[in-house]
């Protein structure tokens, strides 16, 4: 592993190194996470829930509820709307934003490339 | 600078000093120079309290509201014990008796009422004064005049058996006198209470020592230069050494109409407590509004409140729209209330009624459209503050009307929303307490939907959900805004139950999201969706489009999600009954997916909890045992006594009862869970009186269904549906009412709730009778639910969805 100086980077599993700006990462097809569900990842030990909406949208979010750590990619997903389904807390997964209880939560850049692939964008992921 | 204007009242008295304690609140201090015209040489008092005054229990000074001092401090010129006698409207003066000129901007006419003296020879004196012994009850002068009166007498009669004549008797009693109270109607406090009422008060009156005479026309009173009786129209007479009157009140309008403000019964007002006279204003018992005059101390408070908003512009929208008549008093001792109408009036008024005569307890209610519109109560007032909110308020009533007389079963409602302590939780699920409730009233959200939404009161087990909706009308003052979603079965498609079935069979609608597109503009909602899954599920049976995204968690895995993310596992066990090979079975699961808790449930079954969702597939393999669908909103399972097999004092076979009922009902969806319980006697050991649906061995072979149930959040004994002679005929009719209910039933509404609803003659009539003429289909759409029926635990075998079960899953690059 290699680095220049003031300009951190990241090396893929491939081995291509990478400047963090232009860092991606393919999660998975979109086929795997079906219409209005969720599915959490492992991004080099941080868990991230990915959700597919029913219009097709992907986004990506904390994988655990602020409130009591329930585990949101198990919520119920109405468009972009999410209820956690251990204390009802809802949220925007497109924004984050908190619609019922204390605080929102972290979303993370997301998107589905030509080849129907989900594409996490690594920027403030890892530390 | 800005000068000041001048206020003056013409009135001290309770209504006049309030108003001005209102304006003061209102910075209206800094806006008027107020002056205040007073008969009596004092401050503002409770005249409410002279009884206590002339009974001994208060002294003079207890009673005082405002006394000088406040005056002073607020700046206030009283001319005590100064009369107004006219006011010169063009020039806006006052002139005082003794002619010296007090010059207004603003006038409030607050002079109050006075006694009437009923026509009757003897009341005087040539000179005009009153006979000696001769006394009304009005003024703190008056009290004392009885009081030293009374010294050394025997016999006093009071003339008039309302409210402040039996206050007077009570005072009287207390100098020792033997006391007569004489009234011209034909029961005491006709104002207040009706015949019945008024009787059983009459006894209880003389009990304590008081004669009541009633029918009773004062014509004369006798004695030369002193009081020593009274003649009667009858011809009767009675010996007395003093008489108080108290005939009622007249309002003192005098000084209006000497001005030429119009007057009726009283000083005319509108809404804003004006006068005719954009610049007087009259208030209190000298005021009268829209045909009303008052003379209980409530309704003058609010008028207080809106001259004030008004006359300092703090609110030019303020209005009076009179005031409904509540009072809760204590006559002697005895404890009234009453509110609104004595008697029914329109033949449809429905009429409550308890009487207990001996014990002196007496309740009516007069119900009319299910809002309350007159009451009394008599003995036992322990109901009167509820009930006087909801007449206040117009509230509807419950529809048990034995509950709106008497505490039953539920902790007593003795304290009202203004008693309640802020910080009382409610909702004891969510920790939310009646003053978070009020604040969210406050900040705008105006029906009880909307703060359920927003505080989380009511969203726990529900079981104070009506408590909430309570709070938030009162909060709201009964000005509630009606969330029509509150009739929908689910909140993001605006239809009713019936609506929304009616819709879905005419689209053909067999998904979830179908019923979005169709029925709600494409907008999915996502609390929606597992009311709507259930609903098709129930509709079409096999048929359903299957969308997991619309079930909850639990129904989308099967199993019940724990607070760390692990699930429970409760396989099937019909009637409770297991086996040494099956428990060695789920013992070895136990052990190989490292179960950390394995614990047996309140309905007879084995709970495996703590089971990571990447395990459930291969728990549920080899277990090898159907799903006990612990998790869903349907039936659940059917639990049972020992029966007859065993039990020496089994009537029925509950257990084989308990089999039939499982192998018939799993699996279905339905509203919220449904428990069932089958006992083999009365002795209920498997509870099934306080389940949705439960069958109980009588004798004679026969068993008794009882339905709606419950022993969770809420307790309630079922109610019979109907008592049958077979296992088939229990299937049958229990089978038809649970497809009644899922028809039926909101969303996530009990059974328990649903029956008490529609109430069980309606339900009995549906389900025994076929009253509806659809038995025979609801009879056929339980045989395809049956038909439907498919073990999930083994479905995900069959049929595997990639990563289902993954909790979390690698990335691709």
Redesign the interface.
């Known amino acids: 592993m290699g680095g220049t100086r003031g300009k951190p980077i990241l090396i893929?599993?491939?081995g291509a190194v990478m400047t963090r700006n232009m860092a991606e990462?393919?999660?998975?097809p979109l086929s795997?996470i079906?219409?209005?569900?969720g599915?959490?990842?492992?991004?080099r030990g941080e868990?991230i829930a990915v959700f597919r909406t029913?219009s097709g949208g992907v986004f990506a979010v904390q994988a655990t509820c602020p409130h009591?750590?329930?585990?949101l990619s198990?919520?119920?997903?109405?468009?972009t709307?999410?209820?956690c389904?251990?204390h009802?807390w809802?949220f925007d997964v497109s924004t984050g934003d908190v619609l019922?209880g204390d605080c929102g939560i972290r979303t993370y850049p997301v998107h589905v490339d030509d080849s129907a692939?989900i594409v996490?964008h690594l920027d403030g992921v890892v530390r | 600078m800005e000068t000041k204007r001048k206020l003056v009242l013409i009135g001290n008295g309770m209504a006049g000093a309030r108003t001005v304690e209102e304006i003061l609140a209102r910075g209206g201090g800094s806006q008027f120079d107020i002056t205040m015209f007073g008969d009596e040489p004092t401050g503002n008092y409770n005249r409410i309290l002279l009884s206590n005054v002339l009974n001994g229990s208060y002294k003079e000074d207890d009673i005082f509201l405002n006394p000088l001092a406040w005056y002073r401090e607020n700046n206030i010129r009283l001319l005590a014990g100064t009369r107004a006698a006219g006011i010169l409207r063009r020039a806006r003066l006052v002139f005082a008796e003794d002619g010296t000129p007090e010059p207004y901007d603003k006038l409030i006419i607050a002079t109050g009422s006075r006694p009437i003296l009923p026509p009757m020879d003897g009341l005087k004196m040539p000179d005009g004064a009153f006979k000696p012994g001769v006394f009304v009850f009005r003024t703190l002068e008056d009290c004392r005049g009885i009081a030293s009166y009374a010294e050394g007498k025997t016999t006093a009669a009071v003339i008039g058996g309302g409210l402040l004549g039996l206050e007077a008797a009570r005072g009287l009693q207390n100098f020792g006198l033997e006391v007569n109270v004489v009234h011209l109607a034909g029961h005491l406090m006709q104002q207040q209470l009706d015949a019945g009422a008024g009787a059983i008060l009459k006894t209880s009156m003389e009990k304590l020592g008081v004669r009541v005479l009633l029918n009773k026309n004062t014509t004369t009173i006798l004695g030369q230069d002193r009081v020593l009786g009274l003649r009667f129209a009858d011809g009767g007479t009675l010996e007395c050494d003093m008489v108080v009157i108290s005939a009622g009140i007249r309002p003192n309008w005098e000084i209006a109409a000497g001005c030429g403000l119009p007057i009726e019964r009283a000083i005319v007002v509108d809404d804003q407590m004006r006068t005719d006279d954009r610049d007087i204003y009259a208030v209190g018992e000298c005021a009268q509004h829209r045909g009303q005059t008052y003379g209980l101390v409530a309704p003058l408070w609010e008028q207080a409140k809106v001259l004030a908003d008004y006359i300092t512009g703090s609110n030019p929208q303020a209005a009076y729209h009179g005031s409904k008549v509540a009072t809760k008093l204590k006559v002697m001792g005895v404890e009234v209330a009453s509110m609104g109408i004595v008697e029914p009036r329109d033949s449809d008024d429905e009429v409550v009624q308890f009487s207990e005569p001996k014990r002196g307890t007496y309740k009516k209610l007069i119900i009319r459209e299910g809002r309350l519109v007159g009451g009394i109560l008599l003995g036992d007032i322990s109901k009167a503050a509820y009930l006087m909110q909801a007449f206040d308020r117009n509230t509807p009533l419950p529809d048990e009307r034995l509950r709106l007389l008497f505490d039953i079963g539920d902790p007593p409602k003795q304290v009202t929303f203004e008693e309640m302590n802020a910080a009382t939780q409610i909702c004891n699920c969510n920790g939310v307490s009646k003053g978070t409730i009020v604040a969210c009233v406050r900040n705008g959200k105006r029906n009880a939907k909307a703060v359920m939404d927003a505080t989380r009161a009511g969203m726990g087990c529900g079981s104070c959900k009506s408590m909430v909706t309570e709070i938030v009308e009162w909060a709201c003052g009964g000005q509630t805004e009606e969330d029509p979603s509150v009739h929908y079965y689910v909140p993001g498609v605006p239809l009713t139950k019936p609506e929304l079935i009616r819709a879905i069979r005419e689209h053909n609608l067999r998904s979830v999201s179908a019923v979005f597109d169709y029925l709600a503009g494409g907008k999915e909602d996502a609390a929606s969706k597992p009311g709507l899954a259930s609903l098709l599920k129930t509709l079409w049976h096999e048929e359903y489009e299957d969308e997991r995204d619309a079930r909850f968690i639990n129904e989308r895995v099967h199993a019940n999600i724990q607070k760390d993310g692990t699930f429970s596992v409760v396989p099937q066990m019909p009637g409770g009954i297991t086996s040494p090979a099956q428990l060695r079975c789920i013992a070895d699961v136990a052990d190989r997916y490292r179960v950390p808790l394995v614990k047996l449930t309140g309905g007879q079954r084995i709970d495996l909890l703590g089971v990571r969702k990447d395990d459930l597939p291969n728990v549920w393999r080899d277990l090898d045992m159907p799903s006990g669908y612990a998790y869903g909103k349907s039936y659940r399972t059917c639990k049972s006594c020992v029966g007859s097999d065993f039990c020496r004092f089994g009537l029925g076979d509950s257990i084989s009862l308990a089999l039939k009922i499982e192998q018939e009902f799993q699996g279905f969806d339905s509203p919220h869970k449904m428990k069932l319980a089958t006992a083999g006697c009365p002795r209920n050991c498997s509870e099934a009186m306080v389940k949705d649906l439960g069958a109980v061995a009588v004798e004679g072979g026969k068993w008794e269904i009882y339905i709606g149930g419950a022993a969770g959040s809420s307790v309630r004994k079922g109610d019979v549906l109907c008592t049958v002679d077979s296992h088939e005929e229990v299937l049958r009719y229990m089978g038809r009412f649970i497809q009644y209910y899922r028809e039926n039933a909101k969303y996530l509404e009990r059974t328990y709730r649903f029956v008490q609803r529609l109430g069980i003659a309606k339900i009995r009539a549906v389900v025994m009778e076929d009253s509806e003429g659809i038995a025979e289909r609801l009879d056929r759409e339980i045989a395809a639910s049956k038909a439907a029926y498919k073990d999930p635990w083994k479905e995900v075998w069959a049929a595997p969805v990639a990563n289902r079960y993954s909790s979390l899953l690698p990335v691709l690059s």
Do not use: M, S, W, Y
């Open positions: 893929t599993p491939a990462l393919t999660l998975c795997a079906p219409p209005g569900e599915r959490n990842f492992d991004v868990k029913r009591r750590g329930g585990p198990d919520g119920l997903l109405g468009g709307r999410l209820i389904p251990l009802a809802k019922f692939q996490l």
